[in-house]
């Protein structure tokens, strides 16, 4: 599926320094590899879920919850 396109998703608000879109909820990317590093890198303040979804069949193929993220630690580096 070389079109195939993977939507990197929350219900709050998604941050982290690789995050392409400060604030959004949702980023759309083609690549399967790079939706799943994003999201696992990324963070939301109120320890929400991120989730990536394979956008033609709905498929969640990744999924990260959090918790509530209180400042910077050393992990953020």
Do not use: C
């Not at 989730?51 to 953020?76: I, L, N, Q």
């Amino acid at each position: 599926m070389p079109n195939a396109a993977y939507r990197i998703e929350s219900s709050q608000p998604i941050a982290g320094r690789l995050w392409p879109a400060a604030g959004a909820q949702q980023y759309v990317v083609k690549d399967r590899a790079l939706a799943v590093s994003l999201a696992a890198k990324s963070f939301t303040p109120s320890g929400q879920e991120i989730r990536v979804v394979h956008v033609p069949s709905g498929e969640v193929v990744f999924r990260k919850s959090g918790s509530p993220r209180s400042g910077w630690s050393s992990d953020d580096a």
